[in-house]
């Protein structure tokens, strides 16, 4: 029986069983551990290079208050691009296709910051819904606006993530199919395909670092206008 495109984008199961938590928990067996020794390798090196670098560049912007949220930040940067490059591999299932697992990341962190915002600067916060110096006609359209947008923004974060990767997905797999069935009569063109397909391939690996980098960056922006 024939698959179809969107075949791929559903969990894996075993008798019964869903897989989707393998395929969340498996990435982070691949990251070592720091050792109790002085000096550690390259590896353990870069690594903490990585995630001292990300770390500066995303919180440069926020006040100490805004500090405490490094280390949720950071292991959530590691988690998104770690599922997102592992996907790209053969025979393997993309956690972050799944806009029910987008949205289950996207709705804790945007509402923690709407609450922290609430109860640090509940004036502030507010004051966000209606911009300084609205003519008085405007004022309930603007507020009404200004509300469904600060709800949409959730939504936003998790559909961005779905849509992108998603898109890639297909686009890869459609590319790949071509080239099967035209590898037997047009020999040359699936030769120009495939190496469309390649840089295809490499497009998808950036759009896997840079959706996982927006993600956080989304939230750490939200996180900023709050405290």
Not at 186 to 197: A, E, G, R
Request: proline share 7%; net charge neutral.
């Amino acid at each position: 029986m024939a698959l179809g495109f969107f075949d791929q984008f559903l969990s894996p199961t075993h008798l019964g069983i869903p897989l989707i938590l393998i395929a969340m928990v498996f990435p982070w067996i691949l990251y070592p551990a720091p050792s109790n020794r002085w000096l550690n390798n390259r590896l353990i090196t870069l690594q903490g290079q990585f995630f001292n670098r990300f770390t500066q560049q995303l919180f440069l912007p926020l006040n100490q208050g805004g500090h405490k949220w490094a280390l949720i930040m950071t292991s959530l940067m590691v988690f998104l691009l770690s599922i997102n490059l592992l996907g790209l591999l053969p025979y393997t299932f993309t956690p972050t296709t799944q806009l029910s697992l987008n949205m289950g990341l996207a709705v804790p962190f945007w509402l923690a910051t709407v609450i922290i915002g609430m109860r640090n600067q509940p004036t502030a916060a507010l004051g966000h819904l209606l911009p300084e110096g609205t003519p008085t006609p405007l004022i309930p359209v603007l507020i009404i606006i200004e509300t469904i947008s600060l709800f949409i923004r959730p939504i936003a974060l998790g559909v961005r993530l779905t849509a992108n990767l998603t898109a890639g997905h297909l686009l890869i797999q459609l590319i790949a199919t071509a080239i099967f069935v035209l590898t037997p009569t047009m020999t040359t063109v699936s030769l120009l395909i495939f190496t469309v397909l390649l840089l295809l391939t490499l497009l998808e690996i950036a759009v896997a670092m840079i959706q996982a980098y927006v993600f956080v960056l989304l939230v750490s922006l939200y996180l900023q206008e709050n405290i």
